[in-house]
């Protein structure tokens, strides 16, 4: 059974960090492409964070760049999104999703699997 599970997620005050985790289990990681996207309270599902099979490539959403940084460890089968200075904007839940493409979509449905989500709120 393929599982991504997401970690890590809490509350905090603006300025403060977080550091999710994604654990896969089932499945390789260092045969997928992988992503990190968000919904926040009454907004749909949006990409924040897009990182290729090695990780040598990430590619950040404006509204993210310069605070979160993506990385993965193909061996322990785990992918991190470290946010620092985060904003009550940034308040969503979190998933982590695996694509097969090689590089990285923009597009949900491209995506295979999907974690359950985890929650982030920043207060202000």
Do not use: H
């Not at 499945?27 to 990780?55: C, D, H, T, Y």
């Not at 979160?68 to 998933?95: G, H, I, K, V």
């Amino acid at each position: 059974q393929v599982q991504l599970i997401e970690s890590g997620g809490g509350s905090v005050q603006a300025g403060g960090s977080l550091k999710l985790a994604c654990t896969a289990s089932g499945l390789r990681l260092s045969s997928f492409s992988m992503a990190w996207f968000r919904q926040a309270p009454g907004k749909e599902r949006e990409v924040a964070v897009r990182i290729n099979w090695s990780g040598k490539n990430t590619y950040y959403e404006d509204s993210v760049k310069g605070r979160f940084t993506a990385s993965r460890d193909n061996a322990e089968n785990t992918m991190t999104l470290e946010m620092n200075n985060l904003r009550p904007e940034d308040t969503a839940d979190y998933y982590c999703a695996a694509s097969m493409s090689a590089n990285p979509p923009n597009q949900e449905n491209e995506y295979l699997y999907w974690g359950q989500g985890i929650r982030v709120t920043v207060s202000s």
